[in-house]
């Protein structure tokens, strides 16, 4: 179980030069272990490059990444840890395939971690497998799959390597809606089995909302932090970064900006209509 702590986490591209851009603006953040975390913002605010410093890819132009209190900078060894330990599926995975063939792409993982072939090999079949990724496709190209199977191996990728914690950026974009709930499914009952913790980015709202926690960027900067019913509670505030609110918190905003009494927090459907019943029955309507 490893906790992550970001403390005065500030990344600068292209410093010293008429590109700058302040990505990361001095950020605090600590999550707590086998937790699902959201980490959404409008393009631009830092989410992907928040996230490549959770396994050392990007190094802080200032602050500090700790895994379980430990510098991931501090030595080659902690660096090696932190990519082993902290499994990072990108945003674009055709960049994280990279191997001859879809089999030794998903096995680089746990190659890297001197497991045993077999296990390799164990872990190899069992991560596709869970991804729904046919091993018809072990000895072709990555080159050749389509964008949603090069997700799919990217993810088996990571998971080959068991990690403790899974940061997944944009994990169902280029899936069909039935491809996309199905992976989420499998993703969050893998974190529930080992008590992972998972962080998801996403532009989705629907699957922020099924996140146990809810970190909303903008310019570099957490701007709100709480469970779903506090984040989505603050709609104007989401909206004004450019974010949407789940259908049902949708509703519940309008419905509240036509006079009606529904809670603030209201964003699942299942809320929305006990909400809406309590209504009726509290104006002597009928219960159904
Ligand atoms: N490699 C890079 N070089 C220069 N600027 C970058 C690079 N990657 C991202 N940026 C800039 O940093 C900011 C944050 O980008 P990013 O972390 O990709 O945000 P998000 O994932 O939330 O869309 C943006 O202004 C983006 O243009
Ligand atoms: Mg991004």
Redesign the pocket.
Known sequence: MKSIELRGLT?V??RGTP?E?T??DRLDLTIEPGMTLGLI??????????I?HLNALLKPTAGTVLLDGEDIFASKAAIRAARSRVGVVF?YPEYQLFEETVFADIAYGPKNQKLPEAEVDRRVREAAAFVGLDERYFDKSPLELSGGQKRRAAIAGVLAMEPEVLVL?EPTAGLDPAGREDLLEKLFAWRRARAATAIL?THDMTIAGRCDRLVV?EA?RVVLDGAPAEVFARGDRLLATGLDLPPAAHIARLLRERGVDVPAGVYTEDQLCRAVLDLWRRKGGVPC
């Open positions: 990344h591209y292209s590109f851009k990505a990361i913002g409008h393009t631009g605010s830092g989410k992907s490059t928040l490549s945003q950026d980015v960027m570099g």
